[in-house]
């Protein structure tokens, strides 16, 4: 289960895509968590959205997803980060690698580049263990020009689906990716074992390693 926040973050600058926010909560007795999430949308002062997927047993995730109400003051930080991020006036050809909730981040860059007017070509490789997991399955199945979509199942395929359901493969990311020749930036988002395993693929079909931009997440909750 996940769901989508929007928040009111009187005096934060507008974030880049691909950077995160902090979320602290505090109980009544005085202890603190904090979890970094990425934003979902990029661009607009005062104002963070991030989507978040409950884990079980998680002390924060729970919450979010399905205990807030609206009007509850969280403390929020950010924006962080510098590295992991699409500007505007990137031209390059880009590809996007998400694992499941990796796609946050991703879906923050192809929603700046929309809202630019960006003509910088993107492909997203999307891998998520069944259709039902998707995140913003409906935006994502809108036209969006420039913008290539291909999506890998890993546990459950979609009656018809000519691939089997399966982990991602080298055949995937260089099917679905832009061939190394175009010197595209890549950026692979997902837990820790998947974007190690992405990276290794990309630079072995011949993507220089500095183009290769990684953010990974453990089940922190």
Known sequence: MAATLLMHVEGQPAGLAGQ???VRLTAEDGY????????????EPDRAEITVQAIDGGEVSPFLVEDIEVGVELQVRGPIGGWFVWRPEQ????????GGSGVVPLMAMIRARRAAGSKAPFRLIYS?????EMFYRSELRQPDPGVDVSVVHTREAPEGSPR?????????????GWPPDFAPTCYVCGPTG????????????????????????????
Request: net charge negative; hydrophobic share 35%; aromatic share 4%.
């Open 20 to 22: 995160r926010v902090e």
């Open 128 to 132: 998520v263990r069944s259709r039902d």
């Open 32 to 43: 603190t968590a904090d979890r970094e999430y990425s934003l979902a949308r990029s661009g």
């Open 164 to 176: 089997p359901a399966g982990r991602i493969t080298v055949a995937d990311v260089n099917n679905g």
């Open 91 to 98: 031209t390059e050809p880009v590809t996007l690698i998400a």
């Open 194 to 221: 998947f974007v190690e395993s992405v990276a290794d693929m990309l630079v072995a079909l011949g993507h220089d390693p500095h183009h290769v931009r990684t953010e990974r997440f453990g089940p922190t909750g």
